[in-house]
């Protein structure tokens, strides 16, 4: 505590080592927030598989996440999208951006994006895969299955 | 930072006021508080799913049984279908490899090493997963996740995968 020379006293806390410690838990929480799960349906619950390991891809790589709840809808930030017209968009726009990375990119060829599927446990076969080859048919043919390998 | 309150040679300090400072400070904090989700560590099985092809690797004007030399069942083969049935709940109700049945997820696992392992001989270079319409995706993960863990004969992983609906009931 700094106290006043003048002859009225005043209590003055110093203010610096508060300061310190709020930048310190500003710098935390902004190193590890994601701003990028908010794109996850955290209410999913995927499947639990033993071998499925974490992959970082470093943001190197194009990835198209889709959550898919047990009834089969696209949740998209918590509301149920169309599904076809979605996927045809985001196809459109991974072929624009890979014809600009590689000028050579013919427009059927595959498209260099990954579908991440995030599909809830209790979906049919079915419905996933309606999902499938409605990506398959876009042109995408890479996929990640996304699954907690821990219940 | 600091205040500085002595006077040095009649001259004033500057005083910085940190209050607002110290406002803002804390509002930042109280949003990146407020917004911070852990999200939990999901794990992944990357798969390169084509569309349906043929079983078969036919040359073009290859005529069937023309290669004499041929004497293997599954040379020449490049697909392994894998069938899984399901019950009115999802669950898998029988599995068959070919149209061999195999009971429960460790006997697929060892069929699989022997079908597709390095020792068997075959060229299998994709799965075919016939499913049941019904059945649960945690319950078909289960069988991604055996199949995912082959090796081939090339000693690479299978990876390549496609996935068929058998028509169901309900």
Known sequence: MSGSMNSAASAEPNLTPMLDMVFQLITFFMLVSNFQSASLDLSLKLP???????VDTEGTEDLLILNIDSEGRLQLYGYAQDLDP???????????????DNPKFKPDDDLPATVVLRVDKQASFKLVNKVITTCQAKGFRKFALKAMNKE | MRRRRKKKGGHESVELNLAAMLDMAFQLLTFFILTFKPAPIEGQINLKLPPPQPVTNVNSGQQAGSDQQN??????LNSLVISIFSNPGGKIATMAIGEGTVLGLTALENRLKAV?????????D????????????????????????????NG???????FVELPEDG
């Open chain 2, 126 to 153: 994709q799965v075919i997963i016939q499913v049941g319409s019904r059945l649960k995706y945690d319950e078909l993960m289960k069988v991604v996740d055996v199949c995912t863990r082959q090796t081939l004969a």
């Open chain 1, 86 to 100: 979605y996927i045809a968009s985001e196809a459109k726009a991974s072929r624009t951006k890979a014809k600009q």
């Open chain 1, 48 to 54: 639990v598989v033993g071998s499925a390991r974490p």
């Open chain 2, 156 to 162: 690479e992983k299978l990876s390549k995968l496609s």
């Open chain 2, 116 to 124: 597709l392992g390095p020792d068997s001989g075959a060229s299998f």
């Open chain 2, 71 to 76: 004497n293997s069942a599954v040379k020449g």
